[in-house]
């Protein structure tokens, strides 16, 4: 009885230790992320279901201010101004309108892609990786919210940069989301207009404009 207790409460200091240790690196890496007035990510996208047979890869950038974005993927356009999302999907020449309730804003959007893990999880330190010389340490988030659609995360930080290089997402059906970061630049000249929805000229071009 007393071996058991001296093991449950190892257990218990190398599980906290782990937690802080993950806990100090991830505000490592939100304060670097806040310290940029912006960052450009370019981004390999993969999503996988073993049992659906499922496995489509594509490859998109984005570009951060704050809260708001501009994101290209899929042959798509979504800028965030702060206050609306507006999705514009050039093949179909149609824009749609919506407005942001970050209340119903459940998923690791683009503005909370450096952010997410600040609050709803628990962590611990993961495996470590070397990535072409690059020290990856990864860290594990579960949410609290045990009805969460999310199972669980490995985000995979740079040590030496505190840039985030991958990000693994599962689900509770098993599909896999994973987004591995080509390249990361940050305050990058930026135009005044790139985060500013021109209408007019959408609607000069022809698009139809949905408003949600």
């Known amino acids: 009885m007393k071996k058991l207790s001296i093991i449950l409460i190892a257990l218990f200091i190398t599980t906290f230790s782990q937690a802080q240790d993950a806990k100090s690196l991830l505000k490592e890496v939100s304060a670097k ?51 609306n999302i507006y999705t514009i999907v050039p093949e179909d020449e149609e824009v749609t309108i919506s407005l942001h309730n970050p209340k119903d804003d459940k998923e690791i959007t683009p503005s909370k892609m450096l952010t997410f ?18 020290k990856i340490q990864y860290v594990k988030l579960i949410p609290i919210d045990s009805k969460a659609e999310i199972k669980d995360i490995l985000l995979g930080v740079d040590v030496q940069t505190k840039h985030i ?3 693994i997402q599962t689900d509770a059906k098993g599909t896999k989301y994973t987004l591995t970061v080509n390249s990361f630049k940050t305050n990058q000249p930026v135009s005044k207009t790139l985060f500013t929805f021109d ?14």
Request: hydrophobic fraction near 25%; avoid cysteine.
């Open 33 to 83: 992320a806040k310290s940029y007035d912006n960052i450009t990510i370019d981004f390999k996208y993969n999503l996988n279901n073993s049992k659906e047979n499922v496995n489509q890869e594509t490859r998109g950038d984005v570009t951060l201010q704050g809260d708001k974005y501009v994101l290209n993927m899929l042959g798509t356009t979504r800028i965030f101004d702060g206050k």
């Open 117 to 134: 893990y600040e609050k709803g999880y628990t962590y611990k330190m993961d495996i470590e990786q070397n990535v072409k010389g690059r």
């Open 165 to 167: 290089y991958k990000l």
């Open 199 to 212: 209408e007019a000229k959408y609607k000069k071009d022809g698009y139809y404009i949905n408003k949600l």
